[in-house]
């Protein structure tokens, strides 16, 4: 399938991949590289620069949960959130996982859930794959990060409220280590951290994009599942796009957030 999508992948026997990738077990036998994958090593200092840049053109950032929103006969007028009022003639949903209860708020009703994945780091690891290495059966990611390797993946379904499950964290170390033989059996618990994030997902792994339906000036960007980061720019010049008034670049339709009836 990748091939017909015009994705560039080489396949590797076992002693291709021990070549690529020395620190993975003999255990694998066969391998697919994706020589234009790209991958971001520090998705924090991402964020960061990119908060900066935003900053740096003239944006505010104003900490508030939103919970509704207000309109008079022409539009929206203002974002109701915990700390009040802000005045708005346009906004985006876009709260992730969160954003069931704001799209009902504006009478679309979309069949949002939570796919919680788990990480483990390890900090100054034994050994580290030079590039992103998935393990296809374990459904899992080793990913070389700026402070240290990071184990990742998984699919919890929990719902957005119920703790973390970290004994799933520490399943990505029980197979990371027979993945990478050469790491040590066991890590100090202060070079080991651990994290949950929600996967924002719906049915068809498709995200919600597009106007609301109680107003235009109120437009929808979630739901991007497992790949929020990846198809982050795309969704941000089509969200532009929409509160602007340009036609969007690609034809959105499918991402309707009245698909689901
Ligand atoms: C283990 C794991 C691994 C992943 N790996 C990858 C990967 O390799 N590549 C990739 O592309 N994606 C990956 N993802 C998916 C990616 O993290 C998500 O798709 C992405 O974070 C979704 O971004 P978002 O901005 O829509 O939502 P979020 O990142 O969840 O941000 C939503 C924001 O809205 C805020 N918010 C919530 N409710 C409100 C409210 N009422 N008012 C105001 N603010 C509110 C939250 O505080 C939060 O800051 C992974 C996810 C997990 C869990």
């Given at each position: 399938?990748?091939?017909?999508?015009?994705?560039?992948?080489?396949?590797?026997?076992?002693?291709?991949?021990?070549?690529?990738?020395?620190?993975?077990?003999?255990?694998?036998?066969?391998?697919?590289?994706?020589?234009?994958?790209?991958?971001t090593s520090n998705?924090?200092?991402?964020?960061?620069?990119?908060?900066?840049?935003?900053?740096?053109?003239?944006?505010?950032?104003?900490?508030?949960?939103?919970?509704?929103?207000?309109?008079?006969?022409?539009?929206?007028?203002?974002?109701?959130?915990?700390?009040?009022?802000?005045?708005?003639?346009?906004?985006?949903?876009?709260?992730?996982?969160?954003?069931?209860?704001?799209?009902?708020?504006?009478?679309?009703?979309?069949?949002?859930?939570?796919?919680?994945?788990?990480?483990?780091?390890?900090?100054?690891?034994?050994?580290?794959?030079?590039?992103?290495?998935?393990?296809?059966?374990?459904?899992?990611?080793?990913?070389?990060m700026a402070?240290?390797?990071?184990?990742?993946?998984?699919?919890?379904?929990?719902?957005?409220?119920?703790?973390?499950?970290?004994?799933?964290?520490?399943?990505?170390?029980?197979?990371?280590?027979?993945?990478?033989?050469?790491?040590?059996?066991?890590?100090?618990?202060?070079?080991?951290?651990?994290?949950?994030?929600?996967?924002?997902?719906?049915?068809?792994?498709?995200?919600?994009?597009?106007?609301?339906?109680?107003?235009?000036?109120?437009?929808?960007?979630?739901?991007?599942?497992?790949?929020?980061?990846?198809?982050?720019?795309?969704?941000?010049?089509?969200?532009?796009?929409?509160?602007?008034?340009?036609?969007?670049?690609?034809?959105?339709?499918?991402?309707?957030?009245?698909?689901?009836?």
């Open positions: 399938m990748r091939r017909e999508n015009g994705v560039e992948i080489d396949e590797f026997d076992a002693d291709e991949l021990r070549q690529l990738e020395p620190s993975l077990s003999r255990d694998y036998v066969r391998g697919v590289l994706v020589r234009e994958n790209g991958h998705p924090l200092k991402l964020v960061e620069r990119l908060l900066e840049h935003f900053l740096r053109s003239g944006g505010e950032v104003v900490r508030a949960r939103a919970h509704g929103f207000r309109f008079d006969g022409r539009g929206l007028t203002a974002i109701q959130t915990d700390t009040g009022d802000l005045a708005a003639d346009a906004a985006i949903v876009c709260a992730g996982a969160y954003s069931k209860p704001l799209a009902a708020s504006l009478g679309d009703r979309v069949p949002l859930e939570t796919e919680r994945g788990y990480h483990l780091m390890i900090a100054d690891p034994e050994v580290m794959p030079r590039i992103p290495t998935a393990d296809a059966d374990g459904k899992f990611v080793a990913t070389p402070t240290g390797l990071r184990f990742a993946g998984t699919v919890e379904l929990a719902g957005l409220a119920a703790p973390p499950d970290w004994r799933r964290a520490h399943i990505l170390l029980a197979q990371g280590r027979k993945m990478l033989p050469g790491l040590a059996a066991s890590h100090p618990e202060e070079r080991i951290s651990v994290w949950m994030g929600h996967r924002p997902s719906l049915p068809d792994s498709l995200p919600v994009l597009g106007p609301s339906r109680a107003s235009p000036d109120v437009v929808y960007a979630f739901g991007h599942g497992h790949v929020g980061m990846t198809a982050a720019p795309m969704t941000g010049k089509l969200v532009a796009d929409l509160v602007t008034g340009r036609p969007p670049s690609i034809d959105i339709a499918p991402f309707a957030p009245g698909r689901f009836g």
